[in-house]
Nanobody, 119 residues
């Protein structure tokens, strides 16, 4: 059994900051790529950022310069530091990780954490 548990969402005013965390737990051999996606009401889920096991990062254009993804491999945890938040960043943010465990290698999703940015 593998779980991705997210935390750190909440309500913040425009221009504020939040830091999301996502920890993978369970019977895990290795955690490869990890990332964050978001889904706003009535919209499709979209990539926010991802990071490889070695630390290479990639961001959606609208997040570059405002969001920073990082990870702690020893803790199987990925973080998303979000600065200069805008109302249009309001969404449910989902953690995504490519995990190798006994008998399988596949992508897992967290349950999502709500981020609401007020104007």
């Amino acid at each position: 059994q593998v779980q991705l548990v997210e935390s750190g969402g909440g309500l913040v005013q425009a221009g504020g900051s939040l830091r999301l965390s996502c920890a993978a737990s369970g019977s895990i051999f290795s955690v490869n790529d990890m990332g964050w996606y978001r889904q706003a009401p009535g919209k499709q889920r979209e990539l926010v950022a991802f990071i490889t096991h070695g630390g290479t990062t990639n961001y959606a254009d609208s997040m570059k310069g405002r969001f920073t993804i990082s990870r702690d491999n020893a803790k199987n945890t990925v973080y998303l530091q979000m600065n200069s938040l805008k109302p249009e960043d309001t969404a449910v943010y989902y953690c995504n990780a490519h995990i190798a465990r006994p008998g399988s290698v596949r992508w897992y999703w967290g349950q999502g954490t709500q981020v609401t940015v007020s104007s």
